[in-house]
Structures are given as C-alpha cells and as structure tokens.
C-alpha cells in the first residue's frame, strides 16, 4: 500500500506555523492541519496503482485496467469497466478514482467551442478550467492552485489571495473532464481529442512545484500511465519564480514555458508583477535564457497591455533590446479589465505601434485572441463572482 508521503506530488505542504517551545503560562498552540484531497489513480505512477490494487487484494494488472478506463476511455463510472469484475469494480472505484470535481457552473459562448467550467473541491474550494475548441486544435487551460498568492493587481485570481495548492490529480482531473466532453461530441465540431494544455487558469504553478510536475507527466505519458498529450503542446505559465524556472529546465520534459513579464523595466514591474521585487527583470529574464538553453523550446514572454500603464512606444523598444538575439516569442494580450479595476486595455492604434516596434527590433510576436470575453474568461473572474 502506498503512504500518502510516498505518493508523487500530492500538494505541497501547506504553509503551518511552526510550533514553538511553549513557554510558562502560554496557550499551546496547535498547528492547523488541513485535510487533503482524497488520493486518486492520477496522484500515483502506474507501479504504485499497482502496488494499491495488490493492497486491496486485487491483481496488479486491474491496475492497467482501470488506468485505461480513465485515460483512454475518459471514464470514471466504474458501471462501464466491463471488463473488471463487478464485484472489484466498487472496491476500486473506491480507492483509485474518488470524485474530486463537482461541477457548479459551466457557460459556454463562441458557438459553444469555448467552455468555461467552474469546480468544487473535496474541501468546497473552487477553481475553474476553460475549454476552448479551434478548427484545427482544442486547448485546455487548467488551475494549478485554487486562488493565487502572487497578488498582481490586474488578475481577478490575485485579488482573492491563496486558498490552498491543487493535487496533481485534481490538476489531471481538469484536463480529463474537458478531453471526456470533447471524446463524447458535447463540444460542437465533432469528437476531438485535448491537443495543447495550458497552466494559465487560477494560481501560480511553479509555486505548487511538485504537484504540477508529476501533473505534466500524467498528462505526457502515453496511456495507461497517462493521456498521452505531446509535451510540445503544454504550457506552463509563471510570474517568474526564477530558481523554480532553472529547475524546471533541468527536469528534460520540452514543455513550453511561458513568462508572464507584463513590463520590462523593474520600476513598472514592482507593480504590476509584485514578486518581481524578489526576482527582478534581469534575473527571471536570465533564467529563462538558461530555460531556452538547455530545453532548445523557444520561451513565451506574456505581456497584457494596459492602456497607459505599459504601453509606450518606448517600453516597447526596451523589451525588443531585452529579448533580440534569443529563442523567444511574445504573446500580447489585450487586458481583460477586471470589475472595479481602473485599468483598462489599449488602444487598438497603440497596440498596433506596440507590435511593430517589437517586430523591427527582430523580436516574434502575436496578439492573443480574446475568447471567453463574454464568459469571464479573464482567470479568477468566475470563482470571484460565486
Ligand atoms: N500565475 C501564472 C499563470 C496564471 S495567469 C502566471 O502569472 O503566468 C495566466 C496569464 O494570464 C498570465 O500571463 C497572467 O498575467 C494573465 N492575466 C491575468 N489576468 C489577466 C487579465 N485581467 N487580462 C489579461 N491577462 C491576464
């Protein structure tokens, strides 16, 4: 049987007080432990399924079994794993795939091929996915965490603060409700397959290290160990941790990595990136130079334009500086006001000037599209609204 400190990538460790000697006359001060989301066959490697299904009294290879129900046929209803005997079926359900989202919400607009869903957590904490379909590829974009503690203030998940790190299952689960609607033709189009998965919902990934991690390779592994998803087509999103980036670039998965710059001048960056007064410009650029090195993926750098805020001709000149001569790419992304914010997106002239200042200076770029306007879609708005 597998320990749950054994098991790869359940969350990090929550940020408990620690204890301290009690002095004379003090209250005893009991750290808070917080419940953990039930484990599931998405936590564990396929040697450790099969080492619980032995536990359970069951042969190794029901771990296969169920693992192919749940990757490849996207199912979780243990009524339709036939070829398991029903007596096993419940005794497994049981133990390997818990329930770990229920749906509250789920909106969809652009002729129903953007989705957005909104989960409730074991524990009644609640993050949202998005599906969104294009003709030639379907994308899905994931929570890493429910809420987000890296506080930039034009992110409807920052202004929440952080509720608690996902498991890795409750991160795969995500993917796996939107690939199963897709596979059953729910989404207009046709069955399809989930061929890009993006960790650009709610939270900061790098700070859910470990959990994420092992997510990603649940999601690249082949079935039944995983769904099978190319790397190529994942992308993991951060504020800039640094010393988590130059990890990440060592672990050998070639995984896109996305920096979400947002400024290229440390003044302006304090403010809208706020951990940047920890790892400035210079330093997260640095580590995702290092990133392109070792990966040889071309890094993407995320820059919402603010009107006013950091659109100027001459930051544009500066990050095209910044980034000529690497393997990089930029995303712009017109901002997605957030209620009761005074920011708002830029001018489409000035957006425009923006892109070709970035373009002489030898610099990729691309203006995102703006699905799932109608719908929230900006991260954080759904969960903030319920
Ligand atoms: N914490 C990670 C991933 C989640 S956010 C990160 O910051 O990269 C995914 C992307 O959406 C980030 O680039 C983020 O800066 C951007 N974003 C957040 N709020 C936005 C908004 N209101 N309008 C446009 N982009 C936004």
Redesign the pocket.
């Known amino acids: 049987m597998t320990t749950e400190s054994e098991v790869e990538g359940t969350a990090d460790e929550p940020c408990d007080e620690a204890t301290r000697p009690q002095q004379p006359g003090e209250l005893v001060f009991t750290p808070r432990r917080r419940a953990k989301p039930p484990v599931h066959l998405a936590d564990l490697t396929l040697a450790q399924r099969r080492e619980q299904v032995i536990a359970l009294g069951l042969p190794g290879y029901r771990a296969e079994q169920v693992s192919k129900h749940y990757f490849a046929r996207l199912s979780s209803d243990p009524s339709t794993w036939t070829d398991v005997p029903a007596a096993a079926r419940q005794v497994m359900a049981q133990a390997l795939t818990p329930t770990l989202l229920t749906q509250t919400r789920r909106i969809s607009c652009d002729a129903d091929t953007t989705v957005k869903y909104l989960w409730r957590l074991f524990d009644g904490a609640m993050v949202e996915s998005v599906l969104m379909r294009y003709p030639k590829r379907t994308t899905m974009?994931i929570s890493?965490q429910a809420g987000?503690g890296?506080n930039?203030p034009?992110?409807?998940?920052?202004q929440a603060g952080l509720t608690r790190n996902l498991s890795t299952a409750e991160i795969v689960a995500q993917v796996v409700a939107g690939a199963a609607e897709l596979a059953d033709g729910v989404i207009p189009g046709g069955p399809g397959r989930v061929g890009n998965v993006?960790?650009?919902?709610?939270?900061?990934?790098?700070?859910n290290y470990r959990a994420t991690l092992a997510a990603v390779r649940r999601i690249i592994s082949p079935a039944p160990e995983g769904l099978g998803i190319s790397a190529r087509g994942v992308t993991v999103?951060?504020?800039?941790l640094a010393p988590r980036m130059r990890e990440l670039a060592g672990e050998g998965i070639p995984l896109t990595l996305?920096?979400?710059l947002?400024a290229p001048d440390d003044e302006l960056r304090d403010e809208l990136?706020p951990v940047n007064n920890r790892w400035p410009v210079a330093e997260v650029l640095d580590a995702a130079w290092e990133y392109a090195d070792r990966t040889h993926r071309r890094v993407s750098i995320?820059y919402?334009l603010i009107r006013q805020v950091n659109d100027q001709p001459w930051r544009a000149d500066l990050l095209a500086s910044l980034l000529q001569g690497h393997l990089v790419h930029v995303?712009l992304?017109?901002?997605?006001?957030?209620p009761g914010?005074k920011w708002t997106?830029s001018d489409p002239g000035v957006e425009a000037e923006f892109v070709r200042r970035l373009r002489s200076g030898g610099v990729a770029v691309t203006v995102r599209d703006t699905r799932g306007r109608e719908i929230d879609g900006?991260?954080?708005?759904l969960a903030a609204a319920e």
């Open positions: 974009c890493s987000c890296m930039c034009f992110c409807a998940t920052g993006v960790f650009m919902g709610m939270g900061e990934p790098l700070a999103s951060t504020v800039g996305a920096l979400s947002h990136v995320e919402a995303n992304i017109p901002l997605n006001p957030t914010s997106a900006a991260c954080g708005q």
